[in-house]
C-alpha cells in the first residue's frame, strides 16, 4: 500500500474517471520535476492554488466545475484552501468531492436490525451551498457505483431470559 501522495493519486484517477462518465471533458493539474537537493521529485501544481481537476461541457447544469479531491478527514483543510478563491456562481461551480471509502461497517445507532453504513463513494460540497454535506450528493465509485441502496438486515428478537430465582438473604447472626 502506497502513501498519501499514492493515495491522492487514485482518488483524483476515479474523480476523472467519474466526470468523464457523465459528459465532462476534464483537465487535470500538470506534474512538474523538482530539484530538492540530490534527488528529483515530483510535484503537483494545482489549478488556481487551489484545484485538482477542471471539467467543461456544453450542457447544463454545471457546464464548468472546480473540482478538489480529498478524503472525508481534510475536508475542512480543503475548504480553508478553495474558499478565498473568487468563482462566479452563475458561471462555475467549485466543489469539494470527499471520499468515503474503507471497508463495510455496521451502523451501532440501531440495536434492532442491522444497518451497513454506505461506503466507497464521493461526497460532494458545492461552495454555492455554504460547504454544507447533502446525502443526495454523493456518487458511488467502484463496486458500489452499481448499487448504491442501503442494505438492512433484521435482527430475530431474542427471548427474554428469566432472571434467576435466588432465596432471600439471611440476616447475620447477632451474636
Not at 474558499?83 to 468531492?97: L, R, T, Y
Not at 463496486?143 to 430465582?165: C, L
Request: glycine content about 6%.
Amino acid at each position: 500500500m502506497g502513501g498519501t501522495v499514492t493515495k491522492g493519486n487514485r482518488l483524483q484517477v476515479m474523480a476523472r474517471h467519474e466526470l468523464e462518465r457523465q459528459g465532462y471533458l476534464v483537465h487535470t493539474a500538470v506534474r512538474s520535476a523538482q530539484r530538492r537537493g540530490p534527488i528529483w521529485i515530483s510535484q503537483t501544481t494545482d489549478i488556481f492554488n487551489a484545484f485538482d481537476l477542471v471539467a467543461t461541457r456544453m450542457s447544463p447544469p454545471f457546464p464548468l466545475r472546480f473540482v478538489q479531491v480529498t478524503t472525508i478527514s481534510h475536508v475542512s483543510e480543503r475548504i480553508r484552501k478553495v474558499d478565498p478563491v473568487p468563482m462566479n456562481p452563475g458561471v462555475a461551480s467549485v466543489e469539494i468531492w470527499a471520499y468515503v471509502g474503507g471497508q463495510k461497517r455496521l451502523d451501532r445507532r440501531y440495536k434492532d436490525r442491522k444497518v451497513w453504513l454506505p461506503r466507497n463513494y464521493f461526497q460532494i460540497y458545492h461552495k454555492t451551498r455554504n460547504w454544507e454535506p447533502d446525502p443526495r450528493d454523493r456518487v458511488a465509485v467502484g463496486e458500489s457505483a452499481q448499487a448504491p441502496e442501503i442494505r438492512v438486515q433484521r435482527v430475530r428478537a431474542s427471548k427474554e431470559i428469566p432472571s434467576v430465582v435466588r432465596a432471600p438473604r439471611r440476616k447475620a447472626f447477632a451474636k
